[in-house]
């Protein structure tokens, strides 16, 4: 199982990114994916998920309604649209696996099986 994220950078306030997961070694329809995001000094929190079996999402209350999960079975990759950045959204940000299927509560970020190596987003002006 590998997870790879792209997709990072640099981008001004109120502008977008999309990230990218590129998953190999497992069908995405197996599991949920969550992208996660850590900044300095700071916890790693869950920022949304995509359930394996029927596309269901989560997100958390800080980018819902700015931020879009979604993915494309046949390249086997997640995608995080990330719009109206804030400067608060900097951080690393990483796609893992759930356990199984179904999205684990965003809060839950230790149970998380497989983690890529993260991608670095800086928002700045």
């Known amino acids: 199982v590998q997870l790879v994220e792209s997709g990072g950078g640099y981008v001004q306030p109120g502008g977008s990114l999309r990230l990218s997961c590129a998953a190999s070694?497992?069908?995405?329809?197996?599991?949920?994916i969550g992208w996660f995001r850590q900044a300095p000094g700071k916890e790693r929190e869950g920022v949304a998920c995509?359930?394996?079996?029927?596309?269901?999402?989560d997100y958390s209350r800080s980018v819902k309604g700015r931020f879009a999960i979604s993915r494309d079975i046949a390249k086997n990759t997640v995608y995080l649209q990330m719009n109206s950045l804030k400067f608060e959204d900097s951080a690393v940000y990483y796609c893992?696996?759930?356990?199984?299927?179904?999205?684990?509560?965003?809060?839950?970020?230790?149970?998380?099986?497989?983690w890529g190596q993260g991608t670095l987003v800086t928002v700045s002006s």
């Open positions: 893992a696996t759930d356990v199984g299927p179904v999205c684990a509560p965003l809060s839950l970020t230790s149970i998380r099986d497989y």
């Open positions: 070694g497992f069908a995405l329809a197996d599991y949920g």
């Open positions: 995509i359930s394996g079996h029927n596309e269901a999402t």
